[in-house]
């Protein structure tokens, strides 16, 4: 089945820097890529999802990038704010035709915090 | 406003005793999901349903049960076949399309410890 792996797991950026998070995949059949925001106590937030057939996608801070040669994704955040700090989850899944299932296999988690 | 309640927030488990986590979407969509999420660790599935009265078991099914009677409820019961039930349940929907993945939204979850 699909693994994804997801670097690093905490991260510490000043305020107004730039943070990356890297995830890799192992099936090459994965399609479609969200990332996921998770704040203390509360569900996972969907914040970008990138599909197989798009290289970037960009909204407002945020963007994500795939390489589909080299199975890895990464989601940037810009200018970064104390209300970034949060868990973010990467996550993959095959969507194939026939299964039906569209399982997503998540990354375990970065815990990423904003110093103002 | 549309969304995914989940409850109650906070669920307390006694050893034999089956306990059911309830979940209810009002975004009418298709597709619902179970996850379980323990201490730095991604997102598990445990259910999901395409479609009202058909489920399919996901990684983590065993010692769970659910049902899916009406389109806008999932519930979760966690038996006592479930050794280590102590974990952050978590729920999500999502449209479903044939051969396109749609984005899932998840509940706030419910958290269920052992007494």
């Known amino acids: 089945g699909e693994n994804v792996e997801q670097h690093p797991s905490t991260l510490s950026v000043q305020e107004g820097d730039s943070a990356v998070i890297k995830c890799t995949y192992s099936?090459?059949?994965?399609?479609?890529f969200p990332w996921y925001k998770q704040e203390l106590g509360k569900g996972p937030q969907l914040i970008i999802d990138?599909?197989?057939?798009?290289g970037e996608k960009k909204d407002q801070r945020i963007a994500v990038t795939l390489n589909k040669t080299a199975k890895h994704f990464s989601l940037h955040i810009t200018e970064t704010q104390p209300e970034d700090s949060a868990v973010y989850f990467c996550?993959?899944?095959?969507?194939?035709?026939?299964?039906?299932?569209?399982?997503?296999?998540f990354g375990k988690g970065t815990k990423l915090s904003v110093i103002p | 406003d549309g969304g995914i309640t989940q409850s109650p927030k906070y669920l307390f488990r006694k050893e034999g005793q089956n306990v059911t986590l309830s979940c209810e979407q009002n975004?009418?969509?298709?597709?619902m999901y179970w996850y379980r999420q323990d201490p730095g660790q991604g997102l598990r599935l445990i259910y999901y349903?395409?479609?009202?009265?058909?489920?399919q078991k996901g990684d983590i099914a065993e010692g769970y049960s659910v049902s899916r009677e009406k389109k806008e409820s999932f519930p979760l019961t966690v038996t006592s076949a479930q050794k280590n039930p102590t974990a952050f349940y978590l729920c999500?929907?999502?449209?479903?399309?044939?051969?396109?993945?749609?984005?899932?939204?998840f509940g706030d979850g419910t958290r269920l410890s052992i007494l």
């Open positions: 999500a929907s999502s449209m479903w399309q044939t051969y396109s993945n749609q984005p899932q939204h």
């Open positions: 099936d090459s059949a994965s399609n479609y």
């Open positions: 990138i599909r197989s057939n798009v």
């Open positions: 996550a993959a899944s095959i969507g194939d035709s026939g299964a039906g299932s569209y399982q997503l296999t």
């Open positions: 975004l009418n969509h298709d597709a």
């Open positions: 349903s395409q479609i009202v009265n058909d489920f």
